[in-house]
Structures are given as structure tokens and as C-alpha cells.
């Protein structure tokens, strides 16, 4: 990992929703090692400060896609950076999706929110090589139809079964309205052969969790990725701290076998 910022450029800018920026960076010299799906990085707004933000997609020739939401004065900085602004990157850090143990497996992929950020390079991964993997179903949830991320992406998600719903519908709405976990009865997926991702709110992440062992879904094969206030990234300030777990250092991305317990304790 690489504990000084390197300065990338803004290469590409996209507005995912009224408060949610996609930014595309380009190393201005060296490159960071490459990032596995579900680390991030130390994204450092000049002047102002730096959050952790997870990868939102990768490429060989070390660009990094990151989608930010403004929710406080670094995140309102870097999503109000313009195509050419300069920003300060370091890592990557934490643990990634393990798509190897996967391999074989039926898939599901299970997003709230800006959670979907951080499982879109799992997505690709499995898209790029379709024969590893068994049926792929990407569930996504949002509050209302335009706090939807990657709207034009998910007609390529939709092999062979993908859906979205919303906690409020607009007018006009003519999709699905409920919590993301409803849409597990529609899903295609074989519990005994099945490995799940999720990311988003953790109520949500407590209830795939339930839905997906009343299903037959082993806790040991869902993944689940958490961020609690991330400052250092090293495990040395302890703000991400969860019981045991450093998520920063341990995480984000563990085991909901290992969390589940953590996660039910109000004091943590």
C-alpha cells in the first residue's frame, strides 16, 4: 500500500443522482498498486482533508473509478471536483470480495444505495468471465427512483436475473417499491451452491442476512462490507473499531459469520 498520496487527475465526471459523483482518476505519475474489488482508497481533496472511499471500478492501465456522495466537507470538495482538478490517492487498503472462493457458485449481489458502489467491480469481474461463475443476480435498493446509481449500466446486469426497487415511488414509477430483500423470492440461485455480496445501510445488511439463512444461504458464504468511520486506514487510530475488529485493517469486506454477532450488540 502506499501511505503518501500520489496525485491523480480528474479524467471523467458522471452525476449519478442530485448529491453522487462518479469521478474517473488518472495517475499524473506513478501508480498505486492495483485494488482488488471492495478495497478503497484515501481520497484526498486538496485543502480540505481525505475520506476513505471504496473503488467503484478499476482499469490495467491504473485509472480508479470512485463514486462519492456529498455528505461533508471532503465528500461536497471531491464531488464538486471538475474534469482536469487534481486529487490525492493512497492504497489500496482492506480486503477485497473474494470472488475466488466463489468460483462455481451461484451469485448474489445484494446493494442499498450508495452500497451498490463498491459491488459494481464485483459485477464486472463476473461479467467478464461468465463460464467461472454460475446465475448471476444483481438486487439493488434506493429510496426513490433518482437515488438510483448506474441507471444505464443495468440492462447489462440483468443476466439472468437482476431488479431494482425503491422505498418511495415518483410519479410515475412503474417498478417494484419495497426493501431490497423482497427481492429475493424472485432471485434464481441454488441456496447450497450460492455465495452473496451485500453492501449498504446495516439494517439492510441484518436483514439479507436473516433472509438469506431462512433461505438455506450458510453464513460463512455471504460477504458483507462495512465502513464505521474510517480515518487512518492503518488500524491505528481505532475509529473503525467493531468488538474485535479494526474494518479498516479487517475489513471492510468480512464474513457475516463474523459480524453478525457484532452487528446485533446496539453498543457497537
Known amino acids: 500500500m502506499t501511505l503518501v498520496p500520489l496525485p491523480h487527475r480528474v479524467t471523467d465526471r458522471h452525476e449519478e443522482t442530485a448529491d453522487t459523483v462518479t ?84 451469485l448474489l449481489v445484494i446493494g442499498g444505495g450508495i452500497g451498490l458502489a463498491p459491488l459494481r467491480p464485483l459485477i464486472h469481474a463476473v461479467l467478464a468471465e461468465p463460464g467461472a461463475y454460475g446465475r448471476l443476480n444483481v438486487l439493488a435498493g434506493a429510496r426513490t427512483p433518482e437515488d438510483l446509481l448506474y441507471r444505464e449500466e443495468f440492462p447489462d446486469w440483468r443476466r439472468p436475473f437482476g431488479a431494482v426497487t425503491v422505498d418511495r415511488p415518483a410519479d410515475g414509477w412503474t417498478g417494484r417499491v419495497g426493501v431490497v430483500t423482497t427481492l429475493l423470492d424472485e432471485a434464481h440461485f441454488a441456496p447450497a451452491r450460492t455465495s452473496a455480496f451485500v453492501c449498504g445501510p446495516e439494517v439492510m445488511i441484518r436483514a439479507a442476512g436473516r433472509q438469506l439463512a431462512h433461505r438455506g444461504v450458510a453464513a460463512g458464504r455471504v460477504r458483507i462490507s462495512l465502513e464505521r468511520n474510517m480515518r487512518c486506514a492503518t488500524g491505528h487510530c481505532g475509529h473503525c473499531q467493531l468488538g474485535p475488529l479494526l474494518l479498516c485493517r479487517d475489513g471492510p469486506v468480512v464474513g457475516y459469520d463474523l459480524a453478525e454477532p457484532l452487528l446485533t450488540v446496539r453498543e457497537l
Do not use: K
Open 23 to 106: 469521478l474517473v482518476l488518472e495517475p499524473a505519475g506513478a501508480s498505486l498498486r492495483p485494488f482488488a474489488p471492495g478495497q478503497f482508497a484515501m481520497l484526498y481533496a486538496f485543502g480540505v482533508g481525505e475520506i476513505p472511499v471504496s473503488v467503484s471500478g478499476t482499469a490495467g492501465d491504473g485509472r480508479l473509478t470512485h463514486t462519492v456522495r456529498a455528505v461533508g466537507a471532503v465528500s461536497r470538495a471531491l464531488c464538486g471536483l471538475r474534469v482536469g482538478a487534481s486529487v490525492g490517492v493512497r492504497g489500496p487498503f482492506g480486503t477485497g470480495w473474494d470472488l475466488t472462493a466463489a468460483r462455481g457458485h451461484d
